[in-house]
């Protein structure tokens, strides 16, 4: 799931360099009659929100339980973004290519014949593949293995809170571990964390 939202968010991203728009500017002073704009340029937006959903789906594979949450909804919400920003150049290319027609002739409102390319389809459905692998990412992330050991920790707290007063308290009495054990395995993975072996 993660290769797979990596996959949508650079593609997304690869798009913008593309040639979204292609302008024919008409009027015997313009010196550039034929104009090519890129997606880079006629949605801004879309680069940005492509490399949030890749860090995002990055974060999403390395963070503990909580952060895998947070991450997947940012890349939920970048994948949004990226739909809903190439959705506005597909209503209206002629206002996406304003900017780069007036910067290119010098005037603003210039007369213009738009046509667009397949890329700005293509970055909109990569954009909404990303949102739908971000709600995946949200539901499928639960059932990842513990990875750090804050959740580690946390997960054998937890585990061995409901035998505290039965078998826990009883072992507890005779060799001195039980409910202790939870802290004990935090403080070995800090032993190893500073380099020192907890076993010697």
Sequence with gaps: MVVVALAFALLAFGATTQTWVDAEVQG???????????????????SALALVGLAGTLAAAVAGRVGRAVAS????????????????VLADP???AE?????????AGSQASVALTPY?????????LLALSGV???????????????????????GTAPDAGGAGAGQAGTDGEGPAGAVDGIDGWDSLSRGEDPTG
């Design 28 to 46: 015997s002073a313009v010196r550039t009659a034929h104009l090519s704009v890129q997606g880079s340029k006629a949605a801004t937006s879309v």
């Design 99 to 107: 900017g780069s027609i007036a910067q290119a002739t010098g005037l």
């Design 136 to 158: 995946l990412l949200i539901v499928a992330s639960r059932h990842w293995a513990l990875r750090t050991r804050y959740d580690a920790g946390r997960a054998a707290a937890a």
């Design 73 to 88: 909804v940012v890349v939920v919400l970048a994948g949004v973004g990226v739909a809903a920003a190439c959705a506005a």
């Design 94 to 96: 002629r206002g996406a």
């Design 120 to 128: 700005p389809a293509l970055a909109a459905a990569a954009g909404t």
